[in-house]
């Protein structure tokens, strides 16, 4: 008597979803660190951009960080003071009278003409390149040089060209009718043994 009465909506065999039981239980999946995320990459500071300079330190005259000067003139010369041109870009320069020696380094696309030098004139790590004597020069040095362009005078015929690791190297001579003919200077060698000494002579390139 104490029994409630099941009605209709109480049966399973007229409510088939009462048949139906909790699904399942399922263990959580462990949770895993979180993957560290890749530090963001910076790019490099660019390099402070230095000042240009052009002054006579001691007995050098310095120049350097030059960009697109194409009046950069060196006139109050003597035998005792060198020039040195370092780092200048798309530039030209002029010495008058005589004077030590002359060296560019780590220029580009830069020209140096100049009357006369005592010992040498040198290109270091350069690129495009030119040089122009208009009196006498002993000496001149191309080193780790791409791109150099030399004219000679009549009077810097006997001059001697020392090369390294340099490529692009042409001197132009001048012709009596005010002209010049260029040359290409050798980049290519050949080496063979003779059962003695190595032999090294230039080839040309094809």
Not at 125 to 151: A, E, F, H, R, W
Not at 153 to 171: C, F, G, H, P, R
Request: charge should be positive; charged fraction near 25%.
């Amino acid at each position: 008597a104490g029994l409630k009465k099941v009605t209709d909506d109480m049966k399973t065999h007229k409510n088939p979803t009462l048949r139906q039981g909790p699904k399942p239980f399922k263990a959580a999946a462990p949770q895993t660190a979180p993957k560290p995320g890749k530090p963001a990459v910076q790019a490099p500071a660019a390099a402070a951009k230095k000042p240009p300079v052009f002054e006579l330190q001691d007995k050098r005259w310095a120049i350097e960080y030059q960009e697109g000067n194409k009046n950069i003139e060196v006139a109050d010369t003597n035998l005792k003071q060198t020039v040195y041109a370092f780092k200048c870009n798309n530039c030209v320069i002029k010495v008058k009278n005589k004077l030590n020696s002359i060296t560019l380094d780590s220029c580009k696309k830069t020209a140096i003409v100049f009357d006369d030098v005592v010992s040498s004139l040198e290109f270091i790590n350069c690129q495009s390149v030119q040089g122009q004597v208009m009196g006498k020069v002993p000496t001149i040095s191309i080193d780790k040089t791409d791109g150099c362009l030399i004219y000679l005078s009549k009077d810097s015929l006997d001059t001697e060209i020392v090369t390294a690791k340099s490529s692009e190297m042409n001197v132009l001579v001048p012709k009596d009718d005010g002209d010049f003919t260029e040359f290409a200077l050798p980049e290519q060698f050949k080496t063979t043994w003779d059962g003695s000494k190595f032999n090294t002579v230039q080839t040309d390139i094809a």
